[in-house]
């Protein structure tokens, strides 16, 4: 029997990094004009009226009744005596209602969490259905304890090679695999950091690269002869592959690992520069627009990374890269 891996306990906090409409429970709201319907049997007839004659395309979201109230149209800085006007001119019949709107507010989007649901409907009820996915990633129980590490694993990994501060480390994970692992060379080359390099050694595995291999990867690292002479007609770059790196990338290597196709994205501590491309000045993964998403998750050895990025960059330092079958 195979002998069992021994786990370190866990010690940091995994966090991810979310839009910030997701991670608030504060609500945006509108105004809306309502009225309270006195005849119940008249619901259904005034529901399918209002369908008709008062269309509200940017709140399909919310219910049309509540309780004994219901929206009749958007304020829009009129008066209660304007939207009486407005909608018995296109033909609407108050019968069953008081006649008399008022002006409330109400959730202006659909709610994203079960936290922001709670919230909306004590203003108005919504069609909320809950992500699943999404509340077990908020509460903290997406990742199993095995799975953790794992994840804490691979990251030791990515300091174990952080050259320059900052290390990194690209795995497929249908095959528990290191693809490839790099240091940060900046000091060398600006193009050079980290994401960049271990890109670039994804790369060479497929059949391309940009850097010659000979001046950048130490004398003592190893590249497996079966991947050298391996199919090279895998997957595009990173895609389905994870990556693991100890400091927060920048805004360039953060669109590099867009381009990558990466599946998910680890990192150890933020970008004390405030120049981070996943969670600091910008969140490149959430921009609208990009042909590609991912999914990206902070904290991992947090300390131990932070320690990790005081190492100042040094030039004509060996670049620790290798391949690992």
């Avoid at 195979?2 to 370190?8: C, D, G, T």
């Avoid at 692992?181 to 390099?197: L, N, T, W, Y």
């Avoid at 060479?204 to 391996?230: P, R, Y």
């Amino acid at each position: 029997m195979e002998p069992k891996r021994s786990r370190l306990p866990i010690t940091w906090t995994l966090r991810p990094v979310l839009p910030e409409n997701v991670k608030t429970d504060s609500i945006i709201t509108v105004n809306v004009f309502v009225d309270t319907i006195i005849n119940r049997t008249s619901t259904s007839k005034i529901v399918k009226s209002l369908g008709q004659l008062s269309v509200i395309n940017s709140l399909t979201h919310l219910k049309r009744v509540n309780n004994q109230s219901i929206i009749l149209m958007l304020a829009n800085d009129l008066n209660p005596d304007q939207c009486v006007a407005e909608l018995k001119n296109k033909g609407f019949d108050f019968d069953g209602l008081s006649g008399r709107p008022k002006i409330v507010p109400v959730p202006a989007f659909m709610p994203k969490t079960c936290s922001q649901n709670l919230q909306a409907r004590k203003l108005w009820p919504c069609n909320f259905h809950p992500d699943k996915r999404l509340e077990s990633i908020l509460c903290g129980e997406f990742f199993n304890q095995l799975q953790l590490a794992t994840i804490d694993r691979y990251m030791r990994t990515a300091l174990s090679c952080a050259a320059g501060g900052v290390g990194a480390v690209v795995v497929d994970p249908s095959k528990d695999l290191i693809v490839a692992q790099s240091g940060d060379f900046r000091a060398e080359h600006p193009v050079k950091h980290a994401i960049m390099c271990v890109v670039d050694e994804v790369a060479k595995f497929q059949g391309g690269g940009a850097w010659n291999s000979s001046s950048t990867i130490a004398k003592t690292s190893s590249v497996s002869t079966d991947l050298i002479n391996g199919d090279k007609t895998g997957p595009y770059l990173c895609t389905g592959y994870d990556v693991y790196v100890t400091k927060e990338p920048c805004v360039m290597c953060a669109m590099a690992l867009v381009h990558s196709r990466a599946r998910r994205v680890f990192y150890g501590c933020e970008n004390d520069s405030g120049l981070g491309g996943l969670g600091g000045s910008v969140s490149i993964h959430l921009l609208k627009g990009i042909n590609h998403r991912f999914e990206v998750y902070a904290g991992v050895l947090e300390e131990e990374c932070r320690t990790a990025a005081l190492q100042l960059p040094t030039k004509n330092v060996a670049q620790n890269m290798k391949y690992t079958e």
